[in-house]
């Protein structure tokens, strides 16, 4: 890339994992923000990374101290961006990634589980995997992952056994967010990692697509249906003759009488 890019230093970010993701909580993403009245698909039925739809309703009740990003990082942010959006485009949940060495792009990924029937098909556990099929090893020292929404528990796993150096991450996941807002699996010195987290790059804008994304689908699901009701309406009534004729057969074969109350004024 033509511009000259700040030290590329895994590590070198803004913040700490344990401070960056400590400080979380506020915003958030995916699914599960959804009120179930207006969309009656769950977060199970539906394949939606946990968490997103929070971002639309829930209130930021966590004031993490701001983080200043490189412009490095926000360039490859905006490419997870740019990866979220083809997740949007293929009607899912709206999380890409990039995993980056030095200033090389190796693999980027976007969230897909319904669409691939496969729940670990998150957008950093697909980046993690084509990096490690293009490198031709599962460990990835040295290299960044950058993601617009905070990884969950199944990818913060995936990135230390890929020994990730670091992970930049926009939105935060309330529902299910790993990197502090629900847990902080990076925390953990326990765990043996080694991996740096800062959160926070482009949360605005991250955000704003999940909101956007989550908002359109109840739109389309409340005008779905509108249409249904309105068919509902519009369907012609059944001539009362048929419908003797029908319950008259329903009772031969039940025995009950057709007068019954629930003959023929209830019948389709
Ligand atoms: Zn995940």
Known sequence: MSEPLPAASPGSGSTSGTDAGSASASAADSASVIPAETL???????????????????????????VSFSERDLHFMKLA???????????????????????????KGFNHPIGAHDPSAHAEMVALRA?????QNYRLPGCELYVTLEPCLMC??????????????????????ACGSVVDAFANPQ???????????????CGAALKLFFAERRRAVREARAARAAAHEAAPAVPAV?????????????GRAATDETGPARLP
């Open 40 to 66: 009656p698909l769950t977060t199970a039925t539906s394949g939606l990374p946990a968490g997103a739809a929070e971002l639309a309703t829930a209130p930021s009740t966590h004031h993490p101290t701001p």
């Open 81 to 107: 961006q740019a990866a979220a959006e083809e997740a949007r485009a293929a009607g899912e949940v709206p999380v890409g990634a990039v995993l980056v060495r030095g200033d090389e792009v190796i693999a």
């Open 131 to 135: 990096a490690a099929h293009t490198l």
């Open 156 to 177: 913060a796993g995936a990135i230390m056994h890929a020994r990730i150096a670091r992970v930049v991450f926009g939105a935060r996941d309330p529902k299910t967010g």
């Open 191 to 205: 765990l043996n990692h080694h991996t740096t987290v800062a959160g926070g790059a482009l949360e605005d804008e």
């Open 242 to 254: 048929h419908a003797a004729s029908a319950a008259c057969a329903a009772a031969d074969q039940t």
